[in-house]
């Protein structure tokens, strides 16, 4: 007596979703996602396909349907996360599967895509009146706002005064974990007249490469005593 067993396809996903937490708006990550056959004949996957507001921001590299299993084997299927915005995304994978009980298997998927935000307080200075041959000294702070580290790739002074402004301390290349601070000292020593220049940040902030902050100052004669 030959004993029949049904040809019951069981379809296992692991995991059974998956967040790949924050990753730098232009760079990609990557998950693996499994597909298993825990039941008896073949298991057909007739499509894998990214659903939601943000499927554009996921994609699947490798291992996608259609597929057949045979009871027991298992596919490995990759897929990446791209942001394309800073914030919250989120998608689902489905898969549609010939398992009786689990003809369409979704896979939520979420990330969050992170970027640095450049910033400078106060956004410009003024020195006022200097006397020349005197030096006079302000600070201004440089953040990051975002929420990705903030890489400075330089600082310095450019516009017709530039010379007269002079960084001090905190300028160069440095880097800024998000809601850190660096402090810049400039001095400036005028030589007469109205003067202005400007100090260039430059960064890998995606939205601003350069950001300026106007510098300015009047150099005065000193008094003379009759």
């Known amino acids: 007596v030959v004993q029949a067993f049904p040809i019951i396809p069981d ?43 943000h499927a554009a921001d996921f994609s699947i590299s490798s291992g996608g349907g259609p597929f057949v299993l045979a009871s027991g084997a298992s596919r490995t299927m990759v897929v990446s996360f791209a942001p394309s915005a800073a914030g919250p995304r989120i998608a689902t994978l489905r898969l549609m599967t010939s398992d009786p009980d689990e003809p369409v298997v979704d896979v939520p998927l979420a990330g969050t895509g992170t970027e640095p935000d450049v910033a400078a307080s106060p956004a410009s200075l003024d020195w006022g009146d200097v006397r020349v041959t005197t030096t006079a000294e302000r600070t201004l702070e440089v953040r990051n706002e975002g929420t990705a580290d903030l890489r400075v790739t330089a600082t310095s002074g450019e516009g017709p005064a530039a010379a007269e402004f002079t960084i001090a301390a905190g300028g160069g290349a440095f880097t800024l974990a998000p809601g850190a ?6 001095v400036f020593a005028p030589t007469g007249g109205t003067r202005t220049a400007v100090l260039r940040v430059a960064s890998d902030d995606p939205d601003e490469a350069v950001l300026g902050v106007p510098l300015s100052g009047r150099g005065v004669d000193p008094e003379i005593a009759v």
């Open 11 to 53: 379809v296992i996903v692991e995991p059974p979703s998956y967040d790949f937490g924050g990753v730098r708006r232009g760079q990609t990550a990557t998950a693996n996602i499994v597909v298993r056959h825990d039941g008896v004949g073949n298991l057909t996957v007739s499509t894998t396909t990214l659903l939601g507001s």
């Open 181 to 186: 601070v660096r402090t810049v000292r400039l």
